[in-house]
Nanobody
């Protein structure tokens, strides 16, 4: 069974930083494209960042220069380093295996206070 477990969310002041972690089942992690999504209050879920099996990353325009996605294939982990956080970054953040077996984590709340 594919499992994705996020951690690292919390409450932070604007301008602060948080690091999200996602532990994935190991069996197909090295060939998986992984992503972080978020869903803010009253908003649709959106892609924040994705990373290929080889480490190539893509970002939403709203987070470019502030967020960094990374992965550790040896540990089957994917991370999202979030710097210079803004109140509009407040959302539930979800880890997702995009391919080859799409699946979602349960989400972790990030709240940025002004």
């Amino acid at each position: 069974q594919v499992q994705l477990v996020e951690s690292g969310g919390g409450l932070v002041q604007a301008g602060g930083s948080l690091r999200l972690s996602c532990a994935a089942s190991a069996n197909i992690f090295t060939i998986s494209i992984m992503g972080w999504y978020r869903q803010g209050p009253g908003k649709q879920r959106e892609l924040v960042a994705s990373i290929s099996s080889g480490g190539s990353a893509n970002y939403a325009d709203s987070v470019k220069g502030r967020f960094t996605i990374s992965r550790d294939n040896a540990k089957s982990m994917v991370y999202l380093q979030m710097n210079s956080l803004k109140p509009e970054d407040t959302a539930v953040y979800y880890c997702r295996r995009i391919t080859p077996v799409p699946s979602w984590g349960q989400g972790t709340q990030v709240t940025v206070s002004s």
